[in-house]
């Protein structure tokens, strides 16, 4: 592994490693035992989007680490002025260890990782949200046990979370379920890898998606980027909603998770999202540690 582009490219025994990683990591944390694993070496981190989760952690993660992360708004870099992006890569090669960007554009981060000679890591496209998907699954596996033969589904926008959902959900043999509004579904080409390599289902049938889910998962209606769509989303993803009924139709003892940020009374309920906090914010918490343990995995 040389890369986090996406998590197609990653195979289940290098997933499964990452997440025994960032099992190992957070015990270290917690029990204040020093993992310098990372001394001296630098993180790029590119933004062309908002951020506090990716920001953040990765930004602790590699002081834990004991390297460093400088936050590189595109806006203040040439890049945002036009640079291309194969010559950044070829600078920011001579300087960094690594590099994390969020951008729009899957095709950028592949180009740098194509013209860079550092590890690159995806942290959110319009395609993929590998980083928050590996601790999803730190997250349902420290709860579950196994991830093989869980069933997962997915309700709302077929957008990036969707998108990696499916990838590591399918790459862990997880039963993959979801339900979106037809001209919102996930990628074509990943659902039809999906479909040929597990248990994979989509429909615009809510509580037939959520039929014995072992977990549930959701995300905003309206993605960073689509912000002048949000009107006519909402619209359209009215009924796509975790809800009372959603957990009903689900396993008695379902776990529910969001990425976050949240947009309370849109895809979930106030009720449902508190009644699940603890659940979701040691999600958000696990973003840190399966973050460090792919900077470990890439760059140690
Ligand atoms: N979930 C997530 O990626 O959050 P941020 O946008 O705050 O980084
Ligand atoms: N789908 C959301 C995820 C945010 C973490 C977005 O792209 O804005």
């Given at each position: 592994m040389n890369h986090l582009l996406k998590l197609t490219d990653l195979s289940t025994a290098e997933i499964l490693d990452i997440l025994d990683t960032a099992d190992r990591l957070k015990y270290q944390k917690k029990h204040g035992i020093e993992h310098?694993?990372?001394?001296?070496k630098a993180l790029g981190m590119i933004f062309r989007k908002s951020s506090t989760r990716t920001r953040v952690s990765f930004e602790v993660g590699m002081y834990d680490l004991g390297g460093t992360a400088l936050f590189l708004s595109s806006q203040d870099l040439q890049i945002g002025r036009g640079e291309p992006v194969q010559d950044t890569a070829r600078v920011l090669s001579r300087y960094l260890d690594g590099i994390m960007i969020r951008t729009f554009d899957q095709e950028e981060v592949e180009a740098l990782a194509e013209h860079g000679s550092i590890p690159i890591i995806n942290g959110l496209t319009d395609y993929c949200h590998p980083c928050q998907v590996l601790a999803d699954l730190m997250t349902v596996r420290e709860r579950?046990?196994?991830?093989?033969?869980q069933k997962m589904c997915y309700i709302g926008d077929g957008n990036n979370m969707c998108n990696s959902l499916i990838a590591g959900g399918i790459k862990t043999g997880m039963k993959v379920s979801v339900a979106c509004p037809q001209e919102y579904a996930p990628d074509a080409e990943l659902m039809k890898w999906a479909a040929e390599n597990g248990a994979f289902t989509c429909t615009r049938n809510i509580l037939e998606a959520a039929a014995d889910a072992d977990v549930l998962f959701t995300d905003v209606w309206a993605s960073m980027g689509q912000e002048s769509e949000a009107e006519q989303r909402k619209k359209v993803f009215k009924g796509y909603q975790i809800n009372d009924a959603v957990v009903a139709a689900a396993k008695p003892d379902v776990m529910v998770q969001h990425c976050l940020p949240a947009h309370r009374e849109e895809e979930i309920t106030e009720k449902v999202f508190e009644a699940h906090a603890d659940e979701i914010f040691e999600e958000a918490e696990n973003r840190l540690h399966a973050q460090k343990a792919v900077m470990v995995k890439l760059m140690a």
């Open positions: 310098h694993y990372l001394k001296g579950r046990g196994d991830l093989a033969g």
